[in-house]
């Protein structure tokens, strides 16, 4: 089983991508990597409709691993980075994949 974190910050404030993309993210591979984080994947929503204007995903194989990663010392690096990049904070939703196809 594949447990997903989704990591939302909302439209309207401000967003560096260039710097997420770049320092935060890398950040976040090279933090928990080691607690088990499988892969990332970035999403920007240019729907004027849309409440999200950025999202991550991240992977690991039970949130059990996200939840030694985010209690880990380490974590306070990748949290406190956020305003570099970010006027909002992060929504965020834990679950685990029940679907995916590959066309």
Known sequence: M?????VAYK???TFDM???LKTHMPLVQKTWASFGLKS???A???SPDSIYAVQAW???????QWEKATAAPEAAAVFAD????SSVGPDKL????TGSATC
Do not use: H
Not at 58 to 64: T, Y
Not at 82 to 85: C, M, Q
Not at 94 to 97: A, D, F, P, R, V
């Open 2 to 6: 594949v447990a997903v974190v989704s």
């Open 11 to 13: 439209a309207g404030g």
């Open 18 to 20: 260039d710097y997420y």
């Open 40 to 42: 990332w994947k970035v």
């Open 44 to 46: 920007q929503y240019t």
């Open 58 to 64: 991240l992977e690991f194989d039970d949130l059990s």
């Open 82 to 85: 956020i305003p570099n990049f």
């Open 94 to 97: 834990l679950g685990t994949l």
